[in-house]
């Protein structure tokens, strides 16, 4: 093979790559837009209907993963690579990863529902799993209670299962 035909045979593959690649990197670029958009109408939302800056910032991360790893794959399928067994691979990696978190996840989860549900608010003296104290601060993962022996973090997932009694200050 000579030059020429080397040449030719290069440009030749490059135009079938071009409107590929031309095409992923708008695949991508729309994703990041789009997880963008969504971001801001989940904090807009998420203001009209006053939910906890936590929240805000939970629901808008978990979006923006969601649709970054969406354009991903379907970026992927677009150039030709079977992306089926990627995600069956995904599934099964989040699988094990919930498994192994499941009391980590259970805490964030309770947490949301906490926070969405409001069954007691700060500075509303409660009664949870033997502690009794003075609400702090409600995240993801605890809600914290000012008592008598000091501070006391206690999982969501306890002030969410176990009976909790409420001494409301208003």
């Known amino acids: 093979m000579d030059i020429t ?3 030719e045979l290069a440009i030749e593959k490059s135009m079938l790559w071009l409107p ?3 095409a992923v990197l708008f695949i991508i670029v729309l994703f990041f837009v789009l997880a963008k958009f969504v971001k801001r109408i ?12 936590h929240l805000t910032t939970f629901f808008a991360q978990v979006s923006r993963i969601i649709f970054v790893l969406f354009g991903l794959v379907t970026a992927l399928g677009t ?4 992306v089926s067994a990627l ?26 529902l906490i926070l969405l ?22 995240d993801l993962r605890y809600t914290k ?12 997932s306890k002030c ?10 208003s």
Do not use: H
Not at 42 to 52: M, Q, T, Y
Not at 118 to 127: A, L, Q
């Open 5 to 7: 035909n080397l040449t």
């Open 20 to 22: 590929k690649v031309a």
């Open 42 to 53: 989940i904090i807009k939302v998420s203001a009209r209907l006053e939910l906890d800056p």
């Open 79 to 82: 150039i030709g690579i079977n």
């Open 87 to 112: 995600v069956a691979g995904l599934g099964l990696t989040g699988f094990a990863l919930g498994f192994a978190l499941k009391d980590t996840i259970s805490n964030i989860l309770s947490g949301v």
């Open 117 to 138: 549900y409001r069954p007691f608010k700060i500075d509303d003296n409660i009664k949870v799993a033997g502690y009794e104290g003075k609400v702090i601060s409600v």
């Open 145 to 156: 209670l000012d008592s008598e022996d000091g501070t006391v973090l206690i999982p969501n």
């Open 160 to 169: 969410f299962t176990d009976p909790v009694v409420v001494f409301s200050n």
